[in-house]
């Protein structure tokens, strides 16, 4: 008679609070929690039902009886939807810092759905006051930010249709990241945030990742990426929310991944191959307004009006200098305007000759080192082949005792014990014999 049992527990605890406000009081809501903890594996209906009594009053120790006595997670996430939906967010927080494996990717959407409602309503009060602030961040958007980046199991079209037009940018960069869309995200962070530092974190991120392990082909175009975006800002700025729109729309059902890979097409030579002399680098630069090789179909009507944008010249030497071992040097090179001048340049060409040099010095030592051992082996092989037996008159067979005179004859590994060729292959045979018998025998 649990049920029975747990109502006159609630009336006890209630009546006690009433008759002694203010002092210690002989039942407590613990009492509920202490009473519940042996029911969860038989009656977790039961359980959920009168944890809502003390939810409010004991609402850590309610959330632990529900993960402490294995309720499964997405019965009580809805529970609590219904019942108590102030508490959901708290539950599955601590659902996840228990066990970041252990929790669905649908309760992993639910939490960021929670996260986000919470920031959208924080917007809309703080716009109607005209106090929004791009670079504010409540309790509830740092949570949303971190859950964007850190979790996996939320969908992010559904996510990214119910993101204002005109505010949160950081989130929705976030889920374009997660589309794959690198192109748009990084657009945010330059031309809407304008955070170069957010951008280049980015670039970090999305390299490192393709890094451990190994799942994109030349990851450190990214970088090339955010490059073209700095030295072509009215592109990538025109009609950036109709590409939005467009990407989350009912007909657009794939995704495609904006492959950096066709970034640059050489027009010379190979693009991998070490940065040629510096007097002729005027015939890898290109200018302007053919910097962009990948243009969609769609961004190939924007052609004639990029000449007049002004490019990031800053930011770009910045990116170079920072980080000149993750960049193609050759394609880089191709991307920046002639008008760029040498010196600029220092802190990029600097360490990347230098690394090339070295690598260049070190694969030649190497390739000594083997040509050296590859002649040593050589040797040894000549050697072997030299190998002389002298067969007298008085050679005689090791198996037999007879002469071997102009048999045909056979010499051991130890190059004195010499045998009739006839006598080796009997030998040979009858070990043969041998070793079958006694495998029969056994």
């Given at each position: 008679m649990h049920r029975e049992a747990l109502k006159l527990l609630h009336q006890l605890v209630e009546e006690s609070n009433q008759s002694q406000p203010g002092l210690n009081p002989k039942f407590k809501p613990e009492s509920i929690i202490e009473?519940?903890?042996p029911l969860c594996g038989t009656d977790p209906m039961l359980v959920l039902e009168f944890s809502m009594l003390v939810l409010e009053s004991c609402p850590t120790q309610t959330i632990e009886l529900f993960l402490s006595g294995n309720i499964p997670a997405d019965l009580v996430n809805s529970y609590l939807k219904q019942y108590a939906p102030s508490m959901q967010g708290r539950y599955?927080?601590?659902m996840l810092a228990m066990d970041e494996n252990g929790i669905s990717g649908n309760l992993q959407n639910e939490m960021v759905q929670i996260y986000l409602l919470e920031v959208l309503d924080w917007h809309a009060e703080l716009n109607a006051q005209e106090k929004w602030d791009e670079k504010d961040y409540s309790p509830s958007r740092k949570k949303l930010l971190s859950a964007l980046e850190s979790i996996s199991g939320y969908n992010p079209e559904s996510l990214l249709k119910r993101l204002p037009a005109d505010a949160l940018y950081e989130e929705r960069a976030h889920l374009l990241g997660k589309m794959n869309q690198h192109e748009l995200a990084l657009s945010l962070y330059v031309h809407k945030l304008r955070v170069?530092?957010?951008?280049?974190?980015y670039c970090d991120h999305v390299y490192e990742s393709a890094a451990h392990p190994p799942s994109v082909k030349s990851s450190g175009n990214i970088y090339l990426t955010l490059l073209q975006i700095y030295l072509n800002p009215?592109?990538?700025t025109k009609n950036f929310e109709k590409r939005i729109t467009n990407l989350v729309s009912p007909q657009n059902t794939n995704f495609p991944k904006i492959s950096s890979g066709t970034l640059v097409k050489a027009k010379g030579g190979r693009a991998t191959k070490k940065i040629a002399a510096i007097e002729g680098a005027e015939d890898i630069r290109v200018s302007l307004s053919g910097t962009d090789s990948s243009r969609s179909d769609g961004d190939a009507d924007e052609s004639g009006e990029e000449g007049g944008s002004t490019i990031?010249?800053?930011e770009v030497l910045?990116?170079?200098s920072k980080r000149w071992d993750r960049i193609n040097g050759a394609q880089a090179l191709k991307l920046l305007p002639k008008e760029t001048k040498l010196q600029n340049l220092l802190p990029f060409l600097g360490p990347l000759l230098k690394k090339s040099s070295e690598a260049n010095r070190n694969l030649s030592v190497i390739k000594s080192l083997r040509q050296s051992e590859n002649l040593q082996v050589k040797d040894e092989m000549y050697n072997r082949r030299k190998t002389v037996v002298k067969i007298t008159s008085d050679t005689t067979c090791a198996l037999c005792n007879k002469k071997i005179g102009t048999s045909v004859?056979?010499?051991y590994p130890n190059g004195i014990t010499i045998v009739h060729f006839v006598c080796f292959k009997d030998s040979q045979r009858m070990k043969a014999v041998g070793k079958g018998s006694a495998l029969r025998k056994v």
């Open positions: 009473y519940l903890k599955l927080e601590l170069p530092d957010l951008a280049l974190s009215q592109k990538t990031m010249l800053d910045d990116l170079l004859f056979a010499v």
